[in-house]
């Protein structure tokens, strides 16, 4: 298991996250499977974490929020 599944599962087993958003607690092999999952708020958790993951530059993380950002309005409002 790698950091960034270890990361995945450890954000999605927050009790208030899973009540709020109800999402099954599956667990999840790779970031990849964890992006191509139903829930929103899955795929979300695990863009930001491979986008961080990936380079930890303040410029990238100005292009990981807006990857988010587009993501969710796209998929949640």
């Given at each position: 298991?790698?950091?960034?599944?270890?990361?995945?599962?450890l954000?999605?087993?927050?009790?208030?996250?899973?009540?709020?958003?109800?999402?099954?607690?599956?667990?999840?092999?790779?970031?990849?499977?964890?992006?191509?999952?139903?829930?929103?708020?899955?795929?979300?958790?695990?863009?930001?974490?491979?986008?961080?993951?990936?380079?930890?530059?303040?410029?990238?993380?100005?292009?990981?929020?807006?990857?988010i950002?587009?993501?969710?309005?796209?998929?949640?409002?």
């Amino acid at each position: 298991m790698n950091n960034q599944i270890r990361m995945l599962e450890l954000v999605l087993s927050d009790e208030k996250l899973r009540t709020l958003y109800e999402y099954d607690d599956i667990p999840f092999t790779s970031i990849e499977q964890a992006l191509s999952s139903e829930n929103p708020i899955v795929v979300t958790v695990a863009k930001i974490i491979k986008g961080v993951s990936t380079n930890p530059e303040k410029g990238s993380l100005k292009e990981v929020y807006n990857v988010i950002v587009n993501y969710l309005n796209q998929n949640i409002l």
